[in-house]
């Protein structure tokens, strides 16, 4: 069973950095893809990074290319999530998941783990 613990967010204006950090543990870390996505006041949860198992080419959702990078550290089994340039509309909850075997799926239903969440609010 693989527990996944967000931290790292907060308030930052217009402009800013933030990076997120996703804890994991009860799982062998280096078999899960691993995603981040968020979720905005009456919206629905969408995509926004992920990197697949084997360490291969990541994916980003195209309101975030440019600006977001998701790395992991297998020694630390965590996965981050570097955003830079925050505009208003990054403000959400961001969400850590973890799919076994994952690749590119981009999917909510497709990650079987989710973390708690973290608060992201950007002030213009």
């Known amino acids: 069973q693989m527990q996944l613990v967000e931290s790292g967010g907060g308030v930052v204006q217009t402009g800013g950095s933030l990076r997120l950090s996703c804890a994991t543990s009860?799982?062998?870390?280096?078999?899960?893809?691993m995603a981040w996505f968020r979720q905005a006041p009456g919206k629905e949860r969408e995509f926004v990074a992920v990197?697949?198992?084997?360490?291969?080419?990541?994916r980003y959702a195209d309101s975030v290319t440019g600006r977001f990078t998701i790395i992991r550290d297998l020694a630390k089994k965590t996965v981050y999530l570097q955003m830079n340039s925050l505009q208003p509309a990054d403000t959400a909850v961001y969400y850590c998941a973890a799919r076994a075997y994952g690749m590119e799926e981009v999917a909510t239903a497709r990650y079987s783990y989710w973390g708690q969440g973290t608060q992201v609010s950007v002030s213009s």
């Open positions: 990197i697949p198992w084997d360490g291969g080419s990541t």
């Open positions: 009860g799982g062998t870390f280096s078999y899960y893809g």
